[in-house]
């Protein structure tokens, strides 16, 4: 069977609930564009929202926050997280360091492939962002940028495209519950 064909099957697999998470330490959910455009989108593909947050750029409160969504133990239904936020260079910016020693097994051809397509719309400033997409306790997480077109970019060309075909290849290997 062809990837395409694959896909097609996998498609009708499951619908996934994702927790989204936005880090800033000046957004209010009325604010929050690129947390919205990551709900509605996750929405019209009949993927349900199974949490939303918004917190501090610290890599205790994330840590703490995924951990808590990605236990065994959690009563929270959740396949995969969506974080966006804190990606970048500055000294504040913990999203990539937070999450890179928590993945089992980071996916890098997320990162590879989100900053290749930044790359024709931004130009090198590319090279910059540290997107970049694991999984965690049987759960998918990516963490994108912060900011609206880059979500945008994420969602529209790599995350919704792919999410399932994820979850499939890792759900052959969870536990039946």
Known sequence: MGHLEHKKDIKAAKLLDVYVVTLSD?????EDESGSYIKERLLSVSYKVSGYSIIKDDRELLENLIVKIC???????????IVNGGTG???KDITYETLKDLYDKE????GELFRSLSY??????AIMSRASAGIYNGKIIFSVPGSLNAVKLAMDKIILNE??????????HLPIL
């Open 71 to 81: 236990s065994p133990d959690s009563k929270l239904k959740t396949d995969a997280l």
């Open 163 to 172: 999410i399932g075909h994820i979850y499939y290849e890792i759900s052959k």
């Open 89 to 91: 260079i500055a000294f």
């Open 107 to 110: 996916l890098y051809g997320f």
């Open 120 to 125: 024709n719309e931004i130009g090198s400033s």
């Open 26 to 30: 000046t957004r209010k959910e009325n």
